[in-house]
């Protein structure tokens, strides 16, 4: 409540956190009963902690079912209600698992086409021969075994939309075909020599560099331009640190869904070691990591020894971060007492123990060196 009487709203619809609104309007806030605002923002880290304000965080940091905090991300989420709305050509850059076909999704479904058909298409997936007649259909008789005519995805995706998968492995025969479906919205079938006429909204995506493809001349120029109309880059997982807290809390949710599980927190060290990690397969091999985890977790914690193996540093690694570091030494002690504090919940006392230290040394090599805890995620 504000002095003047008024309720208070907390805004968290910037990129502030909720404890940096509460202290920007401390000195507006009314004690109430005593409380100080300091047992205010602990009430407010109990209300974070139960299903509701997983709620808010879900509606905060998601677009569509796109989950991510970072600004990166944001700027893509700031793209999509514009790029919707037209009918140009989008193609979607970045690695294997950053969620592509997300993406996609989203356009479609923020389009004035979003009741008509979303039409997906591997191309990687098809040899040569079969993705010509998957994308464009056959008529009987066209080659050995079309016994019938059939349609091709064009044609079911007619007034929708089609997402062209792995679109840098379609052959130079396909990229032709296809250049001629954007610039004239019609084609024909195999075996056919009468044009169909489609209208159809075009989403492709590749985890190739299609730009170097072009100078290698391995795709075409002009193919390359008319799909880049508008270009979306997603960034992989190791660009975008600060989302994965909120893609773990994503993850155990569905998975205590799908196996009757309640967990509902993430110690601190396996939050350090899942922060640490590169993810070469992105958001696909984190999702794949906490099923991994909620088989071998039987309470309500995930703790460090049920990540595994192949995530975990091992004492090479971390010399190995530490060595580039300007002051070597200074950087190895800084990692040492942050591993210690994590083994023992951040307890002062085991800690400074383990290191040998006294609590008051402990204390202020941990202020000196600004070692923060990791988030311990709980829901």
């Known amino acids: 409540m504000i002095r003047d009487g008024t309720d208070l709203v907390i805004d968290v619809t910037g990129s502030k956190t909720v404890r940096e609104e509460l202290e920007t309007i401390t000195g507006q806030v009314e004690v109430i009963g005593g409380l100080s605002a300091k047992f205010m923002w602990q009430l407010i880290e109990e209300r974070i902690k139960s299903k ?18 970072s600004e990166k991300m944001q700027e893509v989420y700031r793209l999509l209600p514009k790029i919707a709305k037209t009918n140009s050509t989008v193609l979607i850059e970045g690695e294997s698992g950053t969620g592509k076909e997300l993406i996609a999704h989203s356009i479609h479904h923020l389009s004035p086409r979003e009741d008509k058909a979303f039409i997906r298409v591997n191309c990687g997936a098809l040899a040569e021969g079969l993705l010509e007649s998957e994308l464009f259909g ?10 019938t005519h059939k349609l091709g995805r064009f044609e079911l995706a007619d007034n929708g939309t089609i997402f062209l998968d792995e679109i840098g492995d379609i052959s130079p025969a396909t990229q032709v075909k296809l250049l001629r479906v954007i610039q004239e919205g019609e084609f024909e079938k195999v075996g056919d020599s009468r044009r169909v006429k489609v209208d159809v909204r075009i989403i492709a ?37 600060d989302d994965i807290p909120l893609l773990v809390t994503h993850f155990i949710s569905r998975f205590n869904k799908e196996t009757g599980k309640k967990v509902t927190h993430v110690s601190p060290e396996a939050m350090e070691i899942l922060m640490a990690y590169d993810y070469p397969g992105n958001i696909r091999e984190l999702e794949n990591i906490i099923e991994h985890v909620m088989v071998f977790c039987s309470g309500d914690t995930i703790q460090a020894e049920h990540l595994l193996k192949d995530i975990q540093p091992s004492r090479n690694d971390i010399i190995g971060k530490v060595i ?33 230290l006294s609590r008051t040394t402990l204390w202020r090599k941990v202020k000196e060196y600004a070692i923060a805890k990791p988030s311990d995620v709980s829901f």
Do not use: C
Request: glycine residues 4%.
């Open 205 to 241: 995506a590749t985890n190739k560099d299609l730009k170097k493809a072009v100078e290698m001349r391995e795709f075409r120029q002009d193919l390359y331009y008319r799909l880049r109309v508008v270009p979306i880059h997603l960034p992989p997982l190791r660009e975008r640190k």
């Open 138 to 147: 056959h008529v009987k008789g066209a080659f050995t075994g079309a016994i």
């Open 324 to 356: 580039e570091k300007e002051d070597p030494l200074r950087a190895m002690e800084q990692e040492l007492i942050l591993k210690i504090l994590n083994q023992t919940g951040w307890n002062y006392k085991k800690t400074s123990e383990r290191l040998k």
């Open 52 to 69: 509701a304000m997983e709620e808010v965080l879900r509606e905060r940091y998601s677009f569509e079912n796109i989950i991510g905090k």
